[in-house]
């Protein structure tokens, strides 16, 4: 359905469709559809790129001429913007969360390595810092930068998912059982829980909490679907009972492992070929591998990539 009453204004930055494959081997009796937005390109980019083809498109229409955003030291949407605005021809301003700066003597890894290669300019802030995260961008956005709130996920950015909704009913001969994602910054979940509405259609959809708890994400879709639903009223109101966010598996916290979780990685990448990353889908995977039952016969799951986290 590319035709979407008021969709806004969007670039053309991933590559979509992005396909729907069938993982079986992974248990001798078990089947899961995988949604393989890990390979929306934009240099593996994952969900985030769904998000920033709307988000980028408005910063070029207000005529920015920079881009500003936020998050942990290895942020995949960090790096996903700094790629996109790259290609853009836009200039990029990242701040970036730690309580422990690399010297500048000391290679960078994982996502923060690519961060400098597309030339990021790259601002670390401590935790203290970050939670006055919004008037640290504004500050320093001026009038030619344009900005994205953390993990790209506000109204605007909650259209990649409600889009990705479309394109999924047109790949699947059945709806799924479930449909279960990771949940850091709570914006793909908001989106697919508008596009499951807008469609009808009665699936449940689980967050995996990676940080944070069911409270917070559940106050966090509610308002971005109660700001989508203000700025496009064509879009329907969602009720917040119907989704499920899934407590248990963040582990250590955000972005640090356990030997369970990494085994459990390990343990899918050996059995499918399907490689999961520590800090979102390795942890969101793992309700899947230990309670499978609560996800119905035919569950989907949503890669929404990070590779690079298993490389910092």
Same mark, same amino acid.
């Given at each position: ?23 079986? #081997?992974?248990?001798?009796d078990w089947t899961v559809l995988i949604k393989r937005d890990d390979l929306t390109g934009t240099a593996l980019c994952g969900n ?10 408005? +910063? ?18 960090? #790096? ?10 836009? =200039?990029? &301003? ?23 290669? &597309? ?27 344009? &900005?994205?709130?953390? =993990? ?6 909650? @259209? =990649?998912?409600?889009? +990705? ?6 790949? @699947? ?49 509610? #308002? ?7 700025? @496009? ?14 407590? =248990?598996y963040k582990g250590r916290g955000y972005a640090l492992s356990t030997k369970a979780e990494m085994s459990d990685i390990e343990r899918?990448?050996r059995k499918s070929g399907l490689i999961l990353d520590p800090v979102y889908t390795g942890k969101a995977f793992r309700p899947l ?24």
């Amino acid at each position: 359905m590319d035709n979407i009453d008021e969709e806004p204004a969007r670039l053309s930055l991933a590559r979509l469709p992005t396909p729907l494959d069938q993982v079986h #081997r992974i248990c001798d009796d078990w089947t899961v559809l995988i949604k393989r937005d890990d390979l929306t390109g934009t240099a593996l980019c994952g969900n985030k790129v769904r998000k920033l083809e709307y988000l980028l498109a408005e +910063a070029q229409s207000l005529g920015a001429r920079r881009v500003l955003t936020c998050g942990g030291i290895q942020s995949n949407h960090c #790096r996903a913007t700094a790629v996109a605005a790259a290609q853009l021809g836009l =200039g990029c &301003v990242l701040f970036l969360r730690t309580q422990t700066p690399p010297a500048p003597d000391v290679p960078a890894t994982g996502n923060l390595k690519l961060d400098r290669l &597309v030339g990021a300019e790259i601002r670390f802030v401590t935790s203290e810092e970050y939670q006055n995260r919004q008037a640290l961008m504004a500050d320093a956005a001026g009038t030619e930068g344009y &900005v994205i709130p953390e =993990g790209g996920s506000n109204a605007l950015g909650s @259209w =990649g998912y409600i889009r +990705a909704v479309d394109e999924m009913a047109t790949q @699947w001969d059945e709806p799924p059982s479930a449909i279960i994602c990771a949940t850091g910054s709570g914006g793909t979940l908001a989106g697919l829980a508008i596009g499951l509405e807008r469609l009808n259609l009665d699936i449940p959809l689980h967050g995996v909490a990676v940080c944070d708890d069911a409270v917070f994400f559940k106050s966090v879709v509610a #308002r971005i679907s109660a700001e989508a639903t203000a700025r @496009w009223p064509s879009l329907p109101r969602i009720c917040i009972d119907k989704l499920t966010v899934v407590e =248990g598996y963040k582990g250590r916290g955000y972005a640090l492992s356990t030997k369970a979780e990494m085994s459990d990685i390990e343990r899918v990448a050996r059995k499918s070929g399907l490689i999961l990353d520590p800090v979102y889908t390795g942890k969101a995977f793992r309700p899947l591998l230990h309670e499978p039952e609560r996800f119905g016969p035919r569950p989907l799951f949503i890669h929404t990539g990070g590779i690079f986290g298993l490389l910092a």
